[in-house]
């Protein structure tokens, strides 16, 4: 071989090791580069989504205060224990007045608690016409307690009905 074959070799050789070094060298930083810019991304995410976790936790807590307010409100709108007494009243009162026969019968009391009204339930036993009822309903619904009927049963005697109402009066 010649001087020029070996020259040109070795720097065919040469250049070649640069390149093949180049080429190693980035793949190797583009590899780098990748893998940081994923942790980036993982972190930004990251971020974005404490930033929204905060956002809702300050709503929450602003929500709560709400809440809060609303609920005392609510709890001091219902009749305390001791003006439950007038109830029983207060329906036969609205009874006679939708000419119903009444009879009236408290059955369990749930104790009210910081997070839950008190609840005494009750039974009424009724008999009239089908839209006197329904205007005892309403008015009994409407009136000043908060009521919730969980059984209704009617019984039809002719044109008369018999009634059978359970329910639910709330209270501090």
């Given at each position: 071989m010649t001087d020029f074959n070996r020259w040109l070799l070795k720097n065919i050789g040469v250049a070649s090791?640069?390149?093949l070094?180049?080429?190693?060298?980035t793949i190797l930083l583009g590899n780098d580069i990748?893998?940081?810019?994923?942790?980036?991304?993982?972190?930004?995410?990251?971020?974005?989504?404490?930033?929204?976790?905060?956002?809702?936790l300050a709503t929450l807590r602003f929500d709560?205060?709400?809440?809060?307010?609303?609920?005392?409100?609510?709890?001091?709108?219902?009749?305390?224990?001791?003006?439950?007494?007038?109830?029983?009243?207060?329906?036969?009162?609205?009874?006679?007045?939708?000419?119903?026969?009444?009879?009236?019968?408290?059955?369990?009391?749930?104790?009210?608690?910081?997070?839950a009204p008190g609840i005494n339930n009750?039974?009424?036993?009724s008999n009239g016409s089908y839209s006197n009822f329904l205007r005892f309903l309403k008015a009994a619904e409407s009136g000043q307690y908060f009521v919730n009927f969980t059984l209704l049963d009617l019984i039809q005697k002719g044109k008369e009905f018999e009634i059978t109402m359970r329910g639910k009066v709330f209270s501090q």
């Open positions: 090791g640069v390149i070094a180049l080429v190693a060298l990748s893998r940081r810019l994923d942790t980036v991304i993982r972190q930004r995410r990251d971020l974005v989504e404490r930033s929204e976790v905060f956002n809702y709560s205060e709400r809440a809060k307010k609303l609920s005392d409100q609510l709890q001091n709108s219902l009749p305390t224990k001791d003006q439950l007494i007038g109830f029983s009243k207060n329906l036969e009162n609205l009874a006679k007045d939708n000419q119903l026969g009444f009879g009236f019968q408290f059955e369990s009391e749930v104790l009210s608690t910081d997070l009750f039974t009424i036993t």
